[in-house]
């Protein structure tokens, strides 16, 4: 079974620092891309980074310079690394990797969260 799990999340003062990691459990085939995602209060749910497997990476604008996304695939996780924080950062922040059913259809698998709050 394929299974997403994020870690790190936390309360952090402003201008303060967190990495996430999401570790891909139980699946059988590479995720590509693989990204991570927040959703504020009320907010929907929007693209902060994501990596393809070739290693191209795409930032958020509000993000650029300040956050870093990688990934081990030895390891078969993912980490955003996130710099000079804010308060409108604070965020559940979600792993996505885009992969396939076991049929061969795709399908978007997700993690379920963790919460970034940054306190001002």
């Known amino acids: 079974q394929v299974q997403l799990v994020e870690s790190g999340g936390g309360l952090v003062q402003a201008g303060g620092s967190l990495r996430l990691s999401c570790v891909d459990s139980?699946?059988?085939?590479?995720?590509?891309?693989m990204g991570w995602y927040r959703q504020a209060p009320g907010k929907q749910r929007e693209l902060v980074a994501r990596?393809?497997?070739?290693?191209?990476?795409d930032y958020a604008d509000f993000v650029k310079g300040r956050f870093t996304i990688s990934r081990d695939n030895a390891k078969n996780t993912m980490y955003l690394q996130m710099n000079s924080l804010k308060p409108e950062d604070t965020a559940v922040y979600y792993c996505?990797?885009?992969?396939?059913?076991?049929?061969?259809?795709?399908?978007?698998?997700w993690g379920q969260g963790t919460q970034v709050t940054v306190s001002s």
């Open positions: 996505n990797g885009e992969g396939f059913t076991l049929t061969g259809a795709p399908k978007a698998y």
């Open positions: 139980g699946s059988i085939f590479s995720f590509n891309p």
């Open positions: 990596m393809t497997s070739g290693g191209r990476t």
